[in-house]
């Protein structure tokens, strides 16, 4: 039996342009690089996060249990703990 996975830093790509929410812009390619910088066999596969149904579609694919999103607030970033307290009451069926 395999242990539950819970992803501690989950950054889903519709939350803000530098995790690659807009194609074509200097955030998406900034995502690309760092994630080839990562060692990510696919430097695009945040794409599947463009959307919160796609994010957790992925998430369950790959047999996370718990994804904690937390709030940001840096001098180019600001997602406010409310945004991310948002998330479990829209996902929950």
């Known amino acids: 039996m395999s242990r539950p996975i819970i992803d501690m830093r ?8 530098f995790y690659g929410a807009t194609p074509a812009t200097p955030g998406y390619e900034t995502a690309k690089w760092l994630n080839r910088r ?26 996370i249990r718990h994804a904690v999103v937390v709030g940001r607030d840096t001098p180019d970033i ?16």
């Open 78 to 93: 600001t997602i406010p703990n409310e945004t991310s307290g948002t998330l479990p009451r829209r996902t929950r069926s």
């Open 38 to 63: 990562l060692g990510s066999k696919q430097d695009d596969h945040f794409v599947r996060s463009h959307t919160l149904d796609g994010f957790i579609e992925e998430i369950r694919e790959v047999g």
């Open 10 to 17: 989950s950054r889903p790509a519709f939350l803000h342009d």
